[in-house]
């Protein structure tokens, strides 16, 4: 019979983000599963669907997050979610339900996920979920919520680890280290992603008028 995995996405961008482009991949590399998967800011937003994640994520053998960094942390929704499985009395079911997170953010490093990916440690543990691993990733804007498989030399590294990491998981197994190390690494070199990051703010900033306003700094007070 083929186990259940839920997929849950916790970026208010939805399909267009690089959160789902991650976890999708890795769904569609999983063997053995039925997968569901489910838009946070959306089902948080009504009661009866609220209620509909909750039932989804006690009942499924497998539960992937996959999420975007905001603020070193993650984005409320995805608290308020942890909060409302952790708070309540959750029906487990009698086997071992695994939980894993992808997490990715905007500056280059992979490090400013760390402190977000010991919040879904600590959750996934005291919320009676085995914790399987997280794959982490900086960068992530470089992929800008297009499909995988169609973001070339840029979603290269994530591409094989979420490929090991659904080997992995497809057979009961946690994601394994080298997965989370070749997530980590930078897809291009970082002096290059910074410099493309530069010019698409200037960019952006020009078509608001606001090219020569990038650093401005309105609420500093008068030294
Ligand atoms: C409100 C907000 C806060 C953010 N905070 C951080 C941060 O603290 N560190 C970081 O590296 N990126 C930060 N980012 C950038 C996002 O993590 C990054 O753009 C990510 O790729 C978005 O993923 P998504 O497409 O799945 O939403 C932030 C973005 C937003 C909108």
């Not at 998981?169 to 930078?186: F, N, Y």
Request: hydrophobic share 45%.
């Amino acid at each position: 019979m083929a186990r259940q995995a839920v997929l849950l996405i916790g970026s208010p961008r939805w399909l267009r983000s690089t959160s789902y482009s991650l976890g999708a991949y890795l769904i569609e590399k999983l063997e053995h599963f039925d997968c569901e998967t489910i838009h946070i800011h959306k089902a948080i937003s009504d009661p009866k669907m609220t209620q509909d994640m909750v039932r989804s994520v006690n009942a499924a053998d497998l539960i992937i997050l996959s999420s975007p960094l905001y603020v070193d942390a993650l984005p409320a929704p995805v608290l308020r979610v942890f909060e409302l499985i952790a708070s309540g009395q959750r029906e487990k079911p009698d086997r071992p339900q695994q939980f894993v997170a992808i997490l990715n953010c905007g500056f280059p490093e992979t490090k400013h996920n760390n402190t977000a990916m010991r919040i879904c440690r600590l959750f996934a543990e005291r919320a009676g979920f085995m914790w399987a691993g997280g794959l982490a990733m900086g960068m992530g804007p470089a992929i800008d919520g297009r499909p995988l498989a169609k973001a070339g030399r840029v979603g290269k590294n994530a591409r094989d680890a979420l490929s090991l990491a659904a080997d992995a998981l497809s057979k009961g197994q946690s994601v394994p280290e080298e997965a989370i190390k070749r997530m980590a690494e930078p897809p291009i070199p970082i002096r290059l992603y910074t410099m493309i990051g530069n010019r698409t703010w200037k960019k952006m900033a020009s078509q608001y008028g606001m090219a020569d306003k990038l650093k401005a700094r309105p609420f500093a007070t008068a030294e």
